[in-house]
């Protein structure tokens, strides 16, 4: 790597990541803090556990709608614009929930949630694409996701203690906890608007001469690549987008089950266990998967191999739930879920690497885009039937059951993927 290379690498990765990294971990926060709240929201509202299903559902139907259409005018507006938009809608309706006194007015604004938030995370993969060359981009994703593990560490005792102590005025806990966490996406949105540039060639803090090696390095790459500029409608009928869509749908249906359900479940374990003890454990896996993720991702980067990276990641999701679910003794529980949180965790960086790889500019926003935008489709039916498997007769013992037939259903989609692109 030369002089010049190296120092503008550095100079983006210091501008770029640490920010997404804060903006992505506020949006896990916001977005998951329901499953920590249902501790306690559910009994208050009287809300079962299919309801649940539903209402953990609800999200998953606006975000379908409007995740392909947000990212379009993200590419037209700018992203600092679009993502100030984002964030401060989404702080203010998870703050709303404050004040919601039955299932009907949860179910909206998590719909509405759905809706503001639609966009933010496909804009920054695709926004990364302006700034981070192929080599980089693998690990650069995981940096910026790894803020999903530690939100673990942070998310869960914060939300456990906001449960167990936090009262004021007489409101129950969960209300402030969606009141809590709501107000920095709303303080974050306006700091975006000014800090986030949208290219190189705008960027202050890097010379002509970076601009420049930035600039043809990325272009560099798209012709050698052969990345074609593909037309709205090729990229909704390209093979590859939908091949991709169809992993995704089966591993966000166990993903996103696990982030609604997985406090829940885990303090079904043990009667014993407080709201704060589910929020110590849960910081276990945000610890393994923070550790883990950049690792994986930057070994996948430096052997340039994408396909097994993934499906050993998702092996070891599985494994993880096995051992949740047919494990007699308590450790061996928690473990599973420790390495279910790591492989949740390493697999996001070699998969967001690979839509670059055939699609370009706005093509990359409009394939990134359709392809997070299934994980509504797994987030909306994953949880659908875990709600409904847990009030049968199978309980716990049948929702692990079928998160683990997720997993396995992806390892099979991945390892028939052909990673190198042909005429689309």
């Known amino acids: 790597m030369g002089k010049l290379e190296a120092v503008t690498l550095s100079k983006v990765k210091w501008h770029i990541l640490p920010f997404a990294f804060i903006l992505y971990l506020v949006n896990i926060l916001d977005r998951v803090n329901l499953g920590f709240a249902a501790m306690e929201m559910n009994k208050d509202l009287q809300i079962t556990a299919v309801a649940y299903g539903t209402l953990s559902a609800a999200f998953f139907i606006s975000f379908l709608l409007f995740?392909?259409?947000?990212?379009?005018?993200?590419?037209?507006?700018?992203?600092?614009?679009?993502?100030?938009?984002?964030?401060?809608t989404w702080g203010i309706i998870v703050s709303l929930n404050f004040f919601a006194q039955n299932f009907t007015h949860v179910y909206i604004l998590r719909f509405l949630l759905g809706m503001a938030e639609a966009g933010f995370f496909p804009g920054i993969i695709y926004y990364f694409t302006y700034?981070?060359?192929?080599?980089?981009?693998?690990?650069a994703t995981s940096l910026f996701m790894v803020a999903s593990p530690v939100s673990n560490i942070i998310g869960a005792p914060l939300a456990t203690f906001i449960l167990d102590h936090i009262h004021w005025l007489g409101f129950a806990g969960w209300r402030w906890l969606f009141l809590i966490e709501g107000i920095p996406a709303l303080v974050l949105g306006v700091v975006t608007y000014f800090y986030m540039i949208n290219k190189p060639q705008d960027a202050k803090w890097l010379s002509p001469e970076e601009k420049n090696w930035l600039t043809h390095e990325l272009e560099r790459e798209q012709v050698q690549n052969q990345v074609q500029q593909y037309s709205i409608a090729k990229i909704f009928a390209h093979a590859k987008v939908w091949h991709l869509i169809a992993i995704h749908i089966t591993i966000q249906m166990m993903f996103q089950s696990v982030s609604m359900w997985m406090p829940t479940l885990v303090k079904e374990f043990s009667n014993t266990f407080s709201n704060s003890s589910v929020g110590i454990i849960m910081m276990l896996p945000g610890i393994a998967g923070a550790i883990a993720m950049p690792i994986w991702a930057r070994h996948s980067d430096r052997t340039g191999e994408r396909k097994f990276h993934i499906v050993l990641s998702m092996l070891l999701s599985a494994v993880g739930l096995v051992m949740m679910g047919i494990s007699p003794n308590l450790t061996l529980k928690i473990i599973g879920v420790?390495?279910?949180g790591m492989g949740n965790a390493c697999f996001y960086g070699p998969f967001w690497s690979l839509p670059a790889t055939f699609l370009s500019t706005e093509g990359a926003a409009v394939g990134i885009a359709m392809i997070n935008a299934s994980s509504s489709i797994g987030g909306y039916f994953g949880n659908q039937m875990v709600g409904a498997i847990k009030d049968s007769s199978m309980g716990i013992g049948g929702v692990l059951g079928f998160l683990v037939t997720c997993c396995v259903a992806a390892i099979i989609l991945t390892m028939v993927l052909k990673t190198r692109d042909s005429a689309g």
């Open 67 to 88: 995740e392909v259409p947000s990212n379009l005018i993200l590419h037209r507006v700018g992203t600092n614009k679009w993502m100030a938009r984002i964030m401060v």
């Open 338 to 340: 420790v390495l279910n």
């Open 131 to 139: 700034w981070f060359p192929a080599k980089e981009r693998a690990w």
